[in-house]
């Protein structure tokens, strides 16, 4: 059974920094590629970066050159270090297969960049 466990929001100052972890169970960190996503007050949900099992990264235009999106495999995680953050960058981040399988979301962690 997959379970995605997200962490490491918080309450940060424009400009700053946060560094998001997505502990994954199951098979899907073995097999599939894997993205973090973000669902910002009144937006949809949006792919903001996601990473394959070999590798190679995608970001949104909207956080490329901030956000950077990393696989541990020994530790079963995927990263998500997110700096120079900006008062748009406020949002609940939840991690999941790319693309996305319903069952898969978890509680997400909510950022808040707020001065």
């Known amino acids: 059974q997959v379970q995605l466990v997200e962490s490491g929001g918080g309450l940060v100052q424009p400009g700053g920094s946060l560094r998001l972890s997505c502990a994954a169970s199951g098979s899907i960190f073995s097999i599939n590629r894997m993205g973090w996503y973000r669902q910002g007050p009144g937006k949809e949900r949006e792919l903001v970066a996601s990473i394959s099992i070999y590798g190679p990264t995608n970001y949104a235009d909207s956080v490329k050159g901030r956000f950077t999106i990393s696989r541990n495999h020994a530790k079963k995680t995927i990263d998500l270090q997110m700096n120079s953050l900006k008062l748009e960058d406020t949002a609940v981040y939840y991690c999941?297969?790319?693309?996305?399988?319903?069952?898969?979301w978890g509680e997400g962690t909510p950022v808040t960049v707020s001065s």
């Open positions: 999941n297969r790319d693309p996305p399988l319903q069952e898969y």
